[in-house]
């Protein structure tokens, strides 16, 4: 089992809808959890870091299931501007900071 | 402003040349990666370093060499012995469980 699975997609939606991502870890030591949006051909780049409480920005949610070992993002109202593809970070703890990444998941919204 | 500097951007070589990619950050973070990134793929991790004149093999070392005799730079060398050099190459920093702080990649072609 990898230690971070995303659904690669692609996620192709209309504009105004609302999309969730799921992200799930296999390492339940896992401290840090962040949500990345990569551009083509470009860096990623932070979109929100992942508390245990859930955290909202704007159009964006995420949330934190540690139970079950997933994190989730949502996107409201979707627009254009959101294609992308979103990646998941999970650090492990431990004495060790090495991020892991997901694939990534692709989203695509269409007018 | 504060940030990571990646040089250069495009970066054009032949097989068999070794080739340095600069990476610089005025953060003052102690943590930096290096990840390569293939076409559809996700971000694989080469090397890192946790403090100064220290660094580790990540995933996918093999052909690949690094130094961090100071703690704004941590340059990457692509040798001959790699074999498939051509890729996306990130480098980033964190400060222990921050996230991760990209620059804005180097594009290496070899042919």
């Known amino acids: 089992r990898k230690e971070v699975e995303q659904d690669p997609g692609p996620f192709n939606v209309p504009e105004g809808a609302t999309v969730a991502f799921n992200c799930t870890y296999s390492?339940?030591?896992?401290?840090?959890f962040f949500w990345y949006r990569q551009d083509c051909r470009k860096e990623p780049k932070l979109l929100m870091s992942?508390?245990?409480s859930g955290n909202e920005d704007g159009r964006f949610t995420a949330q934190l299931n540690r139970a079950s070992q997933y994190i989730s993002l949502l996107i409201r109202d979707s627009k254009l501007s959101d294609s992308a593809t979103y990646l998941c970070?999970?650090?492990?703890?431990?004495?060790?900071?090495?991020?892991?990444f997901g694939r990534g998941t692709s989203l695509i919204v269409h007018p | 402003d504060g940030g990571i500097t990646q040089s250069p951007k495009y970066l054009f070589r032949k097989e068999g040349q070794n080739v340095t990619l600069s990476c610089e950050q005025n953060?003052?973070?102690?943590?930096m990666y290096w990840y390569r990134q293939d076409p559809g793929q996700g971000l694989r991790l080469i090397y890192y370093?946790?403090?100064?004149?220290?660094?580790q093999k990540g995933d996918i070392a093999e052909g690949y060499s690094v130094s961090r005799e100071k703690k704004e730079s941590f340059p990457l060398t692509v040798t001959s012995a790699q074999k498939n050099p051509t890729a996306f190459y990130l480098c980033?920093?964190?400060?222990?469980?921050?996230?991760?702080?990209f620059g804005n990649g180097t594009r290496l072609t070899v042919t």
């Open positions: 980033a920093s964190r400060d222990r469980e921050s996230p991760l702080h």
């Open positions: 390492n339940s030591a896992s401290q840090s």
């Open positions: 992942v508390y245990s």
């Open positions: 970070v999970v650090t492990l703890s431990g004495g060790s900071y090495i991020p892991t």
């Open positions: 953060l003052n973070h102690d943590a």
């Open positions: 370093s946790q403090i100064v004149n220290d660094f």
